[in-house]
């Protein structure tokens, strides 16, 4: 899994909850991602950061929001405003030059 | 619309025997192709990566190709083992001004069988 963490590696949420899933590299990447993995389909991207305090919507964001105040972490919250939140996250970054890359070890979120 | 896409979705092998997995992409710029390896309710793991110019890369018993003409490569598993029992997902990068851009396939499920 590189130098990328993820916690918690489960978790359980309430419908109308926030949570926020935690997402933590010391390979001192700029780049880091988000993506959602559902059965047997591809990954798809939530949200993207290529620096610090800058962030981009991908391809499924909406529900969902980051932050990126420092360069080792990336927080991803799952809001209320996500309507079908139950998935496997993945977190990963990337070197600058692209032939690098580390995912975490995912957290599986299920709403009860 | 930049794509990948895996065939088949999915397979089942008898444990020794050899099996290969196809990856057809339409991305642009293309800038290098990556083969994972995700066990189930884990994080994907790099196999092999290739740049433009590379034909094959090898990692143990994993052999992935690129022909950067028809945009297709393959990963070649020999030997097959137990333990290749996963999803093998194929990964396309393009480098942009905006930043690195991934484009995932829809993966393979690979069931290795004793």
């Known amino acids: 899994d590189g130098g990328i963490t993820q916690s918690p590696k489960y978790l359980f949420r309430k419908e109308g909850q926030n949570v926020t899933l935690s997402c933590e590299q010391n390979?001192?990447?700029?780049?880091m991602y988000w993506y959602r993995q559902d059965p047997g389909q591809g990954l798809r991207l939530i949200y993207y950061s290529q620096i610090v305090n800058d962030f981009q919507k991908g391809d499924i964001a909406e529900g969902y929001s980051v932050s990126r105040e420092k360069k080792e972490s990336f927080p991803l919250t799952v809001t209320s405003a996500q309507k079908n939140p139950t998935a496997f996250y993945l977190c990963?970054?990337?070197?600058?030059?692209?032939?690098?890359?580390?995912f975490g070890p995912g957290t599986r979120l299920t709403v009860l | 619309k930049n794509q990948v896409e895996q065939s088949p979705q999915s397979l089942i092998i008898l444990e020794g025997k050899n099996c290969t997995l196809q990856c057809n992409y339409t991305v642009s710029p293309f800038s290098n192709l990556r083969w994972y390896k995700q066990d189930t309710g884990r994080g994907p793991v790099s196999l092999t990566i290739m740049t433009f110019s590379e034909n094959t890369k090898s990692n143990g018993r994993y052999t992935a190709t690129l022909d950067a003409d028809t945009k297709q490569s393959s990963l070649h598993i020999t030997a097959s083992q137990l333990s290749d029992s996963a999803s093998y997902i194929c990964?396309?990068?393009?480098?942009?001004?905006?930043?690195?851009?991934?484009?995932f396939g829809g993966g393979t499920r690979v069931l290795v069988k004793p």
């Open positions: 390979l001192n990447h700029d780049a």
């Open positions: 990964v396309v990068t393009s480098f942009k001004a905006a930043g690195n851009k991934l484009t």
């Open positions: 990963a970054s990337i070197s600058p030059q692209g032939d690098t890359q580390y």
